[in-house]
């Protein structure tokens, strides 16, 4: 993908955001990678999404330098680029304050896996990290944040490819993905996701499910023995 249309997609996908009631106001971004050059496109602060256009994008090197763009970054692109240097699949990134998957960050609360729609996307839990300490906020904070989530999935030995989203404990979602538009719709997934287990622990706490069925859901999306959807015969 040439980095005129990586442009575009990011703008697109931004867009998307509240074309999919995840965002209000500036409250959300979206980045995506160009790998082979080493660049990173995404949205700039603080701009209305009514206002936003593909040449308004920002690119950065994996330093997080400016290298194309009048307009100042996201202010969160430094958790962006710590992802995007630890998973080295990732090729796009969201990140939002959506309602559902907030309350959970707030909560300090994992999603836990009890239903097929969950399951079909995360093999696990959803995990919300750790709070962050004085020092890492005093700090480089937004830094520090992309070091959160990549603990977190180290010390629980989880696989960002398995489970391609976090809460960030009293803070809010981030969701990645192998395109732009994937890591958009595991936004999507995870905030619906966030809501109807919101919904299911008021009805039943206990919200029991069998690990088996989880593996199957998963298993039919995702791997050698795929079966969801169509196949591909145009190669």
């Known amino acids: ?33 160009d790998r082979e050059r080493g660049l ?20 950065l090197d994996l330093d997080g330098d400016v290298v194309e763009g009048n307009l100042r970054p996201s202010s969160d692109t430094a958790t962006h680029m710590a992802l995007y240097r630890a998973f080295e699949h990732v090729q796009g990134i969201v990140h939002t304050h959506s309602t559902y998957a907030a309350a959970w960050s707030q909560a300090r609360r ?40 990549v603990d977190c999935f180290e010390s629980r030995k989880l ?40 919904l299911s622990a008021m009805l039943n706490p206990k919200l029991p499910m069998n690990p088996k069925l989880i593996e199957k859901h998963f298993r039919r999306k995702h791997g050698p023995g795929a079966y969801y959807g169509q196949v591909d015969n145009s190669h």
């Open 1 to 33: 993908m040439k980095l005129q249309e990586l442009k575009e997609t990011v703008c697109r996908a931004n867009i998307d955001l509240v074309r999919h009631g995840l965002v209000l106001f500036t409250w959300g971004n979206v980045s995506g990678i």
């Open 110 to 149: 994992d999603i836990p896996a009890v239903g097929t729609t969950h399951a079909d996307y995360f093999y696990r839990d959803i995990p919300c990290t750790r709070p962050m300490t004085a020092e890492e906020i005093d700090g480089d904070y937004e830094a520090a944040t992309g070091r959160v989530i």
């Open 159 to 198: 696989s960002p490819v398995f489970v391609p989203g976090v809460l960030v404990s009293n803070h809010g979602p981030f969701t990645w993905g192998s395109s732009v538009d994937e890591a958009v719709h595991n936004a999507v997934v995870l905030e619906e996701v966030a809501k109807t287990t919101c």
């Open 40 to 59: 990173v496109v995404i949205k700039p602060s603080g701009i209305d999404y009514d206002d936003l256009r593909a040449e308004m994008m920002v690119v």
